[in-house]
């Protein structure tokens, strides 16, 4: 059965109390005609808790929040690209999402080898029921050999690329979404102001200095060029390199930006093993060297000759990074804006493994959390800015999700935002920033 956005709303609005005291309350220092403050956002992987994202973005438009940085992986990445895609920065999006969300089709996504091979869906769903035998399991993994012998994994992730690229085209007077459409749209913003709070001496020594211009007694901001304001993270196992998309489309693609951004969506969801990596055709070495020197770090010797591999898989981007952070942190000055992210799990260290399964799972989790973790620790002002959505017992593969589960999902995420609202103060989060500034440069 369906859920409508209605569905959602009806679901939280005893939660309108709570959401309506947060409404006033100072996020950013940058902010438009209509009141609305601006942010950068960032979104954790997580398999099919999506869910639980919109219900966080929900509560955070309804304070009058908006955004114009937008990051994530997997998940993450397609709620990025969805939010991105739907409307410019200044209206809301959440609202034309939701329908779209909620009924993803994920039962579908398990696509298995060809078109009406269930095999693969009603393994994963022996493998995750707790009371399958060890019989059963083992059964339903010889099912499901010829979809490992073909594609070198369960299913070929076509339904996605469709289903994304069909969402996509709804966005866009049904035309293929490209990055330089949604370049323009995502930099389609009203005129800024910047707020009196913001402490001039933050400004004056830098470089690029001055941010805003006085007019008439308002500071109105001085935009900075930055023409790509998404961050959507995937793995290129060919080449052992953590990609960010679009800013290194150009390694790829000869018209980078001619890509169809659905694609970007396809690379980063790919759940090793789960879904067939996502594969593009090398350019030529001669083509694109100095791109690939722009973009990486590698010994010079790596560059030389015929240096890539004569095929690109991609996978999902959690093995490195299931939680960019970092997308749009800059170390070195207070920020006009904050960079505001949101984790699908509260960070958990004790696991019991009892099964292959759960040996596949926990390597894969504990890859996918422990860059993004150290950076965090790395810059403690980052725990500021980060919001957890406790998703309890639902699993993150659970293509088969209940009408119920989704509801409880969006519900988890408007709680969530809601209590990290409550609790965020921007003044004293710019003081610590000040701090840190400081200390670093007595190190340097």
Excluded at 23 to 38: A, I, K, V, W
Excluded at 153 to 164: D, I, K, Q, S
Excluded at 217 to 233: A, E, F, M, T
Aim: one cysteine or more; charged letters at 25%; hydrophobic letters at 40%.
């Amino acid at each position: 059965m369906s859920v409508t956005p209605q569905d959602f709303l009806v679901h939280i609005r005893d939660l309108s109390p709570r959401i309506q005291s947060l409404q006033g309350r100072h996020f950013s220092d940058l902010l438009d005609d209509e009141g609305h403050q601006y942010i950068d956002l960032v979104m954790e992987g997580g398999g099919t808790l999506g869910l639980a994202l919109l219900g966080y973005l929900h509560v955070m438009e309804s304070v009058g929040l908006r955004f114009i940085g937008i990051g994530g992986t997997s998940a993450g990445a397609i709620s990025a690209i969805a939010l991105a895609a739907s409307a410019r920065p200044a209206e809301p999006r959440v609202a034309r999402l939701l329908g779209e969300l909620a009924n993803m089709p994920m039962a579908d996504f398990v696509d298995g080898r060809k078109d009406g091979d269930e095999d693969a869906l009603d393994a994963l769903q022996t493998w995750l029921d707790k009371d399958s035998s060890t019989l059963n399991c083992v059964w339903k993994a010889t099912r499901v050999l010829d979809n490992l012998r073909d594609l070198d994994a369960l299913n070929r992730g076509e339904v996605f690329h469709r289903w994304m690229d069909e969402l996509l085209r709804r966005t866009n007077q049904q035309q293929p979404l490209s990055v330089a459409r949604l370049r323009e749209r995502m930099n389609d913003l009203p005129p800024l102001w910047v707020s009196d709070d913001a402490d001039a001496r933050d400004f004056a020594h830098l470089p690029d200095a001055p941010f805003w211009e006085d007019t008439a007694g308002r500071r109105r901001h001085l935009r900075k060029s930055k023409p790509d304001q998404l961050c959507v993270i995937s793995a290129d196992i060919s080449t052992e390199t953590k990609v960010h998309f679009p800013q290194m489309a150009e390694l790829y693609w000869a018209h980078p930006d001619e890509v169809n951004v659905a694609d970007f969506a396809r690379a980063s969801m790919s759940i090793p093993a789960f879904f067939q990596t996502f594969q593009l055709p090398s350019l030529p070495p001669d083509q694109v060297r100095e791109r690939w020197r722009q973009h990486t770090e590698w010994p010079e010797r790596c560059y030389q000759g015929d240096f890539l591999p004569a095929v690109h898989h991609f996978v999902d981007g959690g093995v490195l990074s299931n939680f960019p952070i970092d997308a749009f942190h800059n170390a070195h000055r207070v920020p006009l804006r904050p960079t505001l992210g949101i984790k699908l799990q509260w960070d958990e260290h004790k696991h019991e493994v009892k099964s292959v399964f759960q040996v596949i799972t926990g390597s894969f989790n504990t890859a996918r959390h422990a860059l993004d973790s150290e950076f965090i620790n790395h810059n403690p002002d980052f725990s500021r800015l980060v919001g957890y959505i406790d998703t309890q017992d639902v699993s993150w593969l659970d293509f088969a999700m209940s009408r119920e589960t989704k509801l409880r999902l969006f519900r988890m995420g408007a709680e969530s935002a809601i209590d990290f609202l409550g609790g965020f103060d921007w003044t004293d989060y710019k003081r610590v920033r000040r701090e840190l500034i400081k200390v670093n440069a007595m190190r340097a």
